[in-house]
Structures are given as C-alpha cells and as structure tokens.
C-alpha cells in the first residue's frame, strides 16, 4: 500500500511569522524514528513518501498533495514541542481527505492516546517503539484484518470506543540491530548538520526530569553492529553539512566498557567517524575512556543538571558535585573540554534563588578551572517526566497545554515548575549577561555559557516592570524567596 510518513518541525511565531525554532530551525539532525519506519515499511513491500516537514522548513503539506490523493495510510510522528505542527498538519489532510487514516506515533500521542483519540480526526495511535507494530498495522488494513492483533495500537472502533490493544515487548537488545537503518540516499542534500544513528535505546536511570519513554531499560546493540551500522552510515556524509554522526541514545556511554569495544572496532577497521553524543559524568570516569573516545568526539553533553548534591539526589541522578568536577578536570586533562557541553537546569519546582545560584557558580567554576562550555536551560513543564507526573496528579498541569502553538511561552506553565520570582529571574540573567562578557575576553570565538531569558518572563515581565532601585544587578547574593504560584486559573481538559 501507498503510506505517507510526515515528520513535522517544532514551529512558533516569530515577528508574526510561523516558522521553525529551536534545534529544527538549524536542521541539527534527520528525525531517527520515522527516517527507519520509512524504510521498514519499504523492505515490506510499501510505497513510501517520506514528508520531512523539518528538512523543509514549513509545515505545508501543499506539495505533497497528489500523494495524500492516493494514498491509503498517513503515519505522523511527534514529541510533544512539535505536536502543534502535527494539529495543523492533521487539519490540513481532513480538509481534503475526511476518510484517511491516519495513524499517530512518537512520545505525545503514545502518552495522550486516549486524549488525542478522543478530541482529534485521527484513527490510531501506535504507542512506545513501532518497528513490528506499523508493518502489523498496514497489513491489517490491506487483508481487511481485525485491529486487535496489533500490538501497542490504540484506536476507536466503529462505536467510537476507544480500544488499547495489548503491548508487544520492548525491543531486546541483539534484535535492535536487525532492524535496517534509514535510507539516507534520499536525504536532502546538504539541509541537515549531521547524520544520525542509534546505538542503544532507553535509559538505565529514572531522572525525575526526564521524559524518555524508557527508564531503567537500557538496551544495546553488540559493538559489533553497531559498528557496522556506523560503516554503512558514514557512506553518505556528503549528504550532510558537517562530516558528523550524531548519537541520538538517551545515553550513549552507559557501560563504558562496550563503547570502549567500539572505539576499538572503529581503529581496526580504519574509520574515523566524528560524533556527537550524550554522555554521564560517572562514565567518563571509567578508565581509559576519555583517552580512548577523545579522537571521535566531535562534541559531546554531559548531563550535569544540578551544582549542589542535594539537588542531584532530588532529580535521581546518580551523580554528585565532586563526580562532576572530577569528570571535568579529567577532560581537561585530556584535552578535550572545550568539546563538551555541561548541561545543568535551573528553576526546578524545588528551587529558590539561593539553589539556581548554587548552580550557576557551580557552573562558572567548572567553566573558569576547566574550560568546559555550559547550558543553563530553566526548567520547563514538559509531559513524560516524574515531576510533570506529580503535577498532573495535582491537576496543576494538564495534556491540553500542549496543543496550540507557542505554549512555552505560556506564563502559567512556566511558573507551575519555577517557583522564583519574575524580578530575581531578571537578575539571574543579567548576571549570566555580564559573565559571559567577561567570558567573551580568554575566548574570543566561541560562547562558553548558554542561556536566555525565559520567553514568559520577557514578554509578559518587561524589564521596566521592576525599577532600577529594585534590583541588585550583577550581585549572586545568597537570598532565599518562599515558592510563589501565580494563580491564573488552570484550562480545564477537554474529554
Ligand atoms: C536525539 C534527540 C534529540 C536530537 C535530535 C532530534 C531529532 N531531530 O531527531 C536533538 C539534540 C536535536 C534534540 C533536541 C531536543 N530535544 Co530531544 N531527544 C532526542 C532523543 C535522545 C532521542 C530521539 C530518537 O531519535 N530516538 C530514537 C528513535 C528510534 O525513537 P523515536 O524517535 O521515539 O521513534 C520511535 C517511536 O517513538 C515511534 N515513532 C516515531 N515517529 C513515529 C511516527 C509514526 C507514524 C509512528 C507510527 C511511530 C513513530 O517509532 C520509532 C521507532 O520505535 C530523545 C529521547 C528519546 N529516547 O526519545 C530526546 C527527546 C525526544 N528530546 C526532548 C527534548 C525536550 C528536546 C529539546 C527541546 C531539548 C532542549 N531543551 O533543547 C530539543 C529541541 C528539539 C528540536 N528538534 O529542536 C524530549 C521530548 C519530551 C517530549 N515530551 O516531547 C526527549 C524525550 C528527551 C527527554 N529525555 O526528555 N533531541
């Protein structure tokens, strides 16, 4: 049968403007999980169009209209920062085909099944890894098949009842690499910074800020064949803008000894990849690891998230201040710091003005001793996490939030996670302002600190709001706020 696939791009208004933002207004790397459904689909005998809204830019489904016209299956795949583009994308295909089904996927409809299928034209939702459950669907849909052999589907029956169907188990490590990668043959060439690979799937931790679909269950390709895959992969870097392979594992260093296998199988076979990756403090610890890696690494995030250990205990990261220093100082040592990203949150719901500071000193310490760049990113409310969780249970928060473009600068849901008052968060960023000027003299051509303003802040809070009188510029003073909640009354969800 004749599918088409849409990856859509994560938008927002700017100047007035829909366009893309964030990471996919630099194209960083192809979308892994629909790039191989599409080739999947392909090895079992379908005809595949691959709209790669992201390569595009834009979230017109214009061009690809013939397509919808006779097609029989559309598949979109979305986290919850693109879920608005996938709306307007569904809006789109009703407005000339009411009957076609669509079929959801990725983190946001695997999470809102229900939710999605209760208030949006959409037939299915394949929920959590869809490697044997997208090719279970088509042929199901081509034979005239009941659905409820599908593993991992969700989907309203003729009654518009809303069915789960059972979940197929995760993926075991030795058949991840069995799978075929994407075909980037038909990548658009020169669109994307890098190409990317997965060598590994979930996360062996439970971080209370994090998102991903798969904790404590860490899976991994044999070295072997991954390696192998690598290969084959770097075969179409001329289709990229940098020669480079982005990891996308939650975390690619977990067991450092099988990377260390790896690095070895890619000295023995001559290659010399380039990749980027994320990575744990703790594993860079392992021995021999940072000298090994050094070579390959074209740059690499180090999950550092908190500067004081207690805040590392309360997000579950398994990691402590001294780990992190450590880890630091042994980059340095080897050369490498200046390719590693040390990326920490500020403004978890824990935090007053006193912990953010803990943090960005920490930072700046790591940065000053070490020359490691840092990201300073405030928290923000995104589903998936524990945190997100708890805030649902306490009805602060709810799956709606997430539907209309531009709810990150939503000024309610930033303040449902940070806790510190508009005024200091203003201070905070004109201290970050200053620091990085005086960053800006030992290193002229790079920006070691990111950070910015939170968008709810600055559009709602302009600066003139607070007097100068009011605010003790540039000073990281040691002051502790009570929590404040803004009472903006919550969106009631939709059933
Ligand atoms: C690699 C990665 C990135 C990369 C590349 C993104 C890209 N273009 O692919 C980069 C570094 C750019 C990135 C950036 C960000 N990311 Co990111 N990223 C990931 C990561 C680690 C892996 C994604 C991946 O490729 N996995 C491998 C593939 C095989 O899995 P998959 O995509 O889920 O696809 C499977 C299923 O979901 C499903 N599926 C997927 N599509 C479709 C479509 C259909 C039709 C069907 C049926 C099924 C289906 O089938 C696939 C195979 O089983 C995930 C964590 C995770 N494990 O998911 C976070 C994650 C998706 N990112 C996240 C976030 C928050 C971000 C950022 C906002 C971070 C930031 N603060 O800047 C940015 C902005 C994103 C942007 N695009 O601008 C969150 C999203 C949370 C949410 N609720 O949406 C995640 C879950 C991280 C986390 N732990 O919280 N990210």
Request: proline share 6%; aromatic share 10%.
């Amino acid at each position: 049968m004749k599918i088409l696939l849409v990856a859509p791009p994560i938008m927002d208004y700017v100047e007035g403007q829909l366009c893309p933002i964030a990471m996919d207004a630099t194209c960083e790397c192809p979308p892994y999980g629909i790039y191989s459904l599409a080739r999947i689909l392909k090895d079992n005998g379908h005809e595949v169009v691959l709209a790669d809204l992201i390569a595009r830019g834009s979230n017109d489904m214009q061009p690809f209209l013939p397509d919808l016209q006779d097609c029989s299956l559309v598949g979109i795949g979305a986290t919850t920062l693109s879920w608005p583009t996938a709306r307007d994308v569904i809006k789109q295909i009703r407005q000339v085909r009411e009957d076609l089904p669509i079929v959801l996927g990725g983190i946001h409809p695997t999470m809102f099944d229900r939710y999605i299928l209760s208030n949006f034209p959409v037939q299915f939702v394949i929920r959590g890894e869809a490697e044997i459950s997208i090719t279970a669907l088509c042929r199901a849909l081509e034979n005239n098949q009941g659905l409820s052999e599908v593993p991992n589907l969700s989907w309203r029956d003729d009654e518009g009842k809303i069915i789960r169907n059972f979940l197929g188990p995760l993926i075991p490590s030795h058949e991840l690499a069995l799978f075929p990668l994407p075909d980037y043959s038909e990548l658009p060439e020169g669109t994307y910074k890098a190409l990317s690979i997965e060598s590994s799937r979930g996360c062996a931790f439970d971080c209370a800020f994090c998102s991903t679909s798969y904790r404590r269950c860490w899976r991994a390709m044999p070295a072997e064949s991954f390696v192998d895959r690598l290969a084959s992969v770097m075969e179409h870097l001329g289709r990229v803008q940098y020669p480079v392979v982005h990891i996308v594992d939650d975390e690619f260093s977990t067991k450092p000894e099988r990377v260390l296998a790896i690095v070895d199988l890619i000295r023995r076979r001559g290659l010399a990849p380039q990749l980027v990756y994320d990575s744990r403090a703790t594993d860079l610890l392992a021995d021999g690891f940072v000298a090994d890696i050094a070579e390959f690494t074209h740059r690499f995030l180090v999950g550092a998230e908190c500067g004081y250990d207690e805040g590392l205990q309360r997000a579950g990261k398994g990691t402590s201040c001294r780990i992190l220093e450590n880890a630091a100082r042994k980059l340095y040592q080897h050369g490498i710091s200046e390719r590693a990203d040390f990326s920490f949150i500020i403004g978890l719901p824990w935090e007053t003005r006193a912990e953010v500071e803990k943090t960005i000193r920490f930072a700046m310490h790591l940065l000053g001793n070490y020359g490691v760049r840092v990201l300073l990113q405030w928290y923000c409310e995104i589903p998936g996490s524990r945190l997100w969780q708890e805030e649902r249970e306490k009805q602060l928060v709810n799956e709606a939030m997430y539907d209309d473009y531009g709810f990150f600068r939503d000024l309610y849901l930033f303040r449902t996670g940070v806790q510190i008052e508009p005024r200091d968060i203003w201070e905070i960023t004109e201290t970050l302002d200053k620091l990085l000027l005086v960053t800006k003299v030992p290193y002229r051509h790079e920006e070691m600190i990111e950070f910015a303003l939170p968008d709810p802040i600055g559009s709602c809070f302009p600066r003139q709001t607070f007097s100068e009188n009011d605010t003790g510029l540039g000073s990281l003073r040691e002051v502790s706020r009570p929590p404040l909640r803004v009472g903006i009354p919550l969106r009631r969800i939709a059933t």
